[in-house]
Nanobody, 121 residues
Framework: QVQLVESGGGLVQAGGSLRLSCAAS????????MRWYRQAPGKQRELVAS???????DYADSVKGRFTVSRDNVKNAVYLQMNNLKPEDTAVYSC???????????????WGQGTQVTVSS
C-alpha cells in the first residue's frame, strides 16, 4: 500500500526557514506530478508549488522567490524549502502526488497527513 509521509513542520519566527519533506512508501512504480498545498484556518486550500520531472516548477505568486520545491526520484520524495517565512505562511501543509503503484496499473491521487507550519511575528 502506497502512503505519503511528511515531516519538517514546526514553529519559526518571521524571516526564518523551514524545510518540509514528503516521501512515498510502499511499492511505487512511477510518480507523475508532486505538489504542496496549504490551508490556513478559515481559508480555502491553496496550491503552493508543483513539480514534474523535466519541467520547471510552478509556484503560487505569494511564495515566488521565497519557496523552492524539489524532488528526488530515487527516494520518491518531494521537498519544500521555505525561506523568509511570514506570519501569513502559517497553515497546515500537505503533499500530494499522482502515483502509479507497482501492483495496480492505474494512476491514483495520494495525500500526506499534513504538517503544521506556524510563523510568529
Amino acid at each position: 500500500q502506497v502512503q505519503l509521509v511528511e515531516s519538517g513542520g514546526g514553529l519559526v519566527q518571521a524571516g526564518g526557514s523551514l524545510r518540509l519533506s514528503c516521501a512515498a512508501s510502499g511499492s511505487v512504480f512511477s510518480i507523475s506530478v508532486m505538489r504542496w498545498y496549504r490551508q490556513a484556518p478559515g481559508k480555502q486550500r491553496e496550491l503552493v508549488a508543483s513539480i514534474i520531472t523535466g519541467q520547471s516548477p510552478d509556484y503560487a505568486d505569494s511564495v515566488k522567490g521565497r519557496f523552492t520545491v524539489s524532488r528526488d526520484n530515487v527516494k520518491n520524495a518531494v521537498y519544500l524549502q521555505m525561506n523568509n517565512l511570514k506570519p501569513e505562511d502559517t497553515a497546515v501543509y500537505s503533499c500530494n502526488a499522482v502515483i502509479r503503484p507497482a501492483v495496480v496499473a492505474t494512476w491514483r491521487d495520494y495525500w500526506g497527513q499534513g504538517t503544521q507550519v506556524t510563523v510568529s511575528s
